[in-house]
């Protein structure tokens, strides 16, 4: 039993210490003055209406939709083909195009950073906001390809061959039968995607600008200049955010099927 | 069935190797019209290789693939018009089972009327009436290997393309399937090819058998030409398990087999010192007392299997004979006891 109990202890310790730091933020964010007192001196939303009527956060809350949005829709049919490839079809020097697509990962933010900012400028593309969307789906493509490639694994190459035989040509054969089965790997590609490229910062950084700059940038530079407790309002609305994009998946498609849990044979609810 | 006449499938020099393995080594066969081909083998003799060459799955090395005369072999497995059943049955995960039925109706741009009627009547030729709207994933192992064959039909294909189909159904629903295969193939008459490793499902299914080892087919022919007259030792021991004999001849019909001269009636005569390889059958090997054409043997196992026992034989210099008694034998392991060889029963292999 003491050992039932000490393992319980564990755990309890383990969650508070991935859970306290965001309860802490939450706590500050209704703090009613601007110094961040612990705990705080009763309960206001003024720190919540700083958040969201600050200009440059509104205009970087609009910058960073658009470039998660279209970071994630380039990444994903690129991903997507890249899975495929690599898993299915005998890529020559299939190790080094996997080491090369997945290197995001294990390549310093900064050092990326760096060099995107020294490429964009010898492209004279500096102030485009296009740099920063291709730096977006760059960084979530190995997100896409691993969940994708879980899913190309999990496909039974007969299927295809079966449409084949049937009289479907390659065309076909991707869209009434390879697509559709890859979608559970597809919507955890995405959801992956879009959690990855919404909360990315350290190379953001160096290739925005202050029209282009995303959220987190934002919110760095705001906490380079001030010390009030907007930014603990805005980290938990981005704490919120993220919650509910992580629920609404579990609720459209069940996390067990978007983490590949489950097998394929039970895909889609409906056609 | 046999003997149609017209060829529908041909294979002309087929090689086909993955890296070091070669899984075609120059197949040649013809497939005639109507008739139901068996290619039987091993694993890793070729077979499913073979069928993946017809089908288009798989582009040959070397050689031609011939339907109706034409040359197929550049053309994609999607233009060829043949039905498949795989050994996985490949059935859609995300179609209903009339969905799955009609792929290959709706990639012809068939009617939807028409091919509402034509999935009832596959469902109907394979006794499935009732679960059209179910997925297969709610379908039994047998009822999804009756959906794979109605969609691979319901195209109305050339040839009939069936790759280990009962290989993932218990023994019971295996014998059942089996018969009930052979009933549909009768019944819609298409030419078809089917691939086991399954001697019995081959001789009790095929008009002829083809039998493969090492890439190469080794014989062709009926179920009984394999059976009672295999041309190589390997078939003689695939199909039925028959043992090889060497032995010297000693003048007339005699053989000197480990240590024993028996008399051997071939359909040639023998020369005096030549070395010739015997093929016999277990079930023509008889245990009993010493006495004429008998062989003095070890038990080396003994296999009861209800209505009939498998006996393992050591011979002298450590040859292995099998013999089949029915029922239980008085024999057990370690005896010593005398294999009595029927003369007419040998036959000589490559």
Redesign the interface.
């Known amino acids: 039993m003491t050992a039932r109990a000490a393992g319980i202890a564990l755990v309890v310790l383990l969650l508070a210490f991935l859970t306290v730091p965001s309860l802490v933020v939450i706590v500050m964010s209704f703090n009613p003055t601007a110094i961040m007192a612990f705990p705080p001196h009763g309960l206001s939303l003024r720190w919540y209406e700083n958040a969201l009527t600050y200009p440059q956060f509104q205009r970087a809350a609009v910058n960073s939709l658009i470039v998660t949005a279209a970071g994630t829709l380039l990444a994903l049919p690129i991903g997507t083909a890249a899975a495929l490839a690599l898993v299915r079809h005998g890529v020559a020097a299939r190790a080094v195009w996997a080491a090369a697509l997945l290197s995001p990962v294990v390549v310093p933010g900064v050092a990326a950073g760096l060099g995107f900012l020294i490429l964009a400028a010898g492209l004279g593309l500096l102030a485009s906001r296009w740099v920063l969307i291709a730096v977006h789906a760059i960084l979530v493509l190995p997100f896409v390809i691993r969940s994708v490639a879980v899913s190309v694994a999990n496909l039974?190459p007969?299927?295809e061959?079966?449409?084949?035989?049937?009289?479907?040509?390659?065309s076909?054969?991707f869209r009434?039968?390879t697509l559709?089965?890859l979608r559970p790997g597809l919507a955890a590609a995405a959801l992956f995607a879009v959690i990855v490229s919404f909360n990315e910062f350290v190379v953001s950084l160096f290739v925005s600008t202050r029209v282009t700059e995303i959220l987190p940038v934002a919110m760095f530079t705001y906490v380079v200049n001030y010390t009030d407790p907007t930014m603990a309002a805005l980290s938990t609305l981005f704490i919120v955010a993220t919650f509910v994009a992580v629920f609404v998946a579990e609720r459209l498609l069940g996390l067990s099927r978007v983490f590949g849990l489950e097998g394929?044979?039970?895909?889609?609810p409906s056609? | 069935m046999k003997g149609a006449g017209k060829t529908v499938v041909a294979l002309q020099g087929v090689r086909k190797a993955y890296g070091e393995t070669v899984a075609m080594d120059g197949v040649d066969l013809a497939v005639d019209e109507g008739e139901l081909l068996t290619l039987l083998g091993p694993s890793g003799c070729g077979k499913t290789t073979t069928l993946n060459v017809i089908?288009?799955?798989v582009a040959p090395d070397a050689g031609r693939v011939l339907i109706d005369g034409t040359d197929v072999s550049g053309t994609?497995?999607?233009?060829?018009?043949?039905?498949?059943v795989?050994?996985?049955y490949?059935?859609?995960?995300?179609?209903?089972v009339a969905?799955n039925i009609a792929?290959?109706l709706r990639?012809?741009h068939v009617g939807r009327t028409e091919a509402a009627a034509r999935v009832r009547d596959a469902l109907t030729l394979v006794r499935l009436a009732g679960v059209a709207d179910r997925?297969?994933?709610q379908l039994s192992g047998g009822q999804q290997q009756r959906v794979a064959l109605a969609?691979?039909l319901v195209?109305r294909p050339r040839v009939l393309?069936l790759d280990e189909p009962l290989a993932a159904l218990d023994r019971k629903l295996r014998q059942e399937m089996r018969a009930e295969l052979k009933e549909i193939q009768r019944a819609v008459g298409t030419t078809t090819v089917f691939v086991t490793h399954d001697q019995h499902e081959a001789l009790g299914l095929s008009d002829r058998v083809a039998v493969m080892n090492h890439g190469r087919i080794e014989q062709l022919g009926t179920p009984e030409e394999v059976y009672e007259r295999p041309v190589t030792a390997f078939v003689a021991d695939f199909v039925g398990a028959s043992s090889v004999l060497t032995g010297r001849a000693a003048g007339g019909h005699l053989v000197e087999i480990c240590g024993a001269l028996i008399a051997v009636r071939l359909d040639r005569p023998l020369r005096a010192g030549e070395m010739v390889r015997l093929v016999i059958r277990p079930e023509h090997v008889a245990l009993g007392p010493a006495g004429p054409n008998t062989v003095p043997a070890q038990v080396a196992g003994v296999m009861y299997l209800g209505d009939h026992s498998e006996v393992r034989l050591e011979l002298e210099g450590g040859t292995r004979l099998l013999a089949s008694v029915r029922g239980r034998p008085a024999v057990s392991t370690g005896d010593r006891v005398y294999a009595r060889l029927p003369e007419d029963a040998f036959l000589e292999a490559r």
């Open positions: 039974d007969a299927l061959r079966a449409a084949a035989s049937l009289g479907a040509r390659p076909r054969v009434r039968v559709p089965l394929h044979s039970h895909a889609g056609r | 089908a288009g799955f994609p497995a999607w233009q060829r018009g043949l039905g498949v795989f050994q996985s490949a059935l859609f995960p995300h179609m209903s969905d792929f290959g990639e012809r997925r297969p994933a969609r691979a195209i393309l």
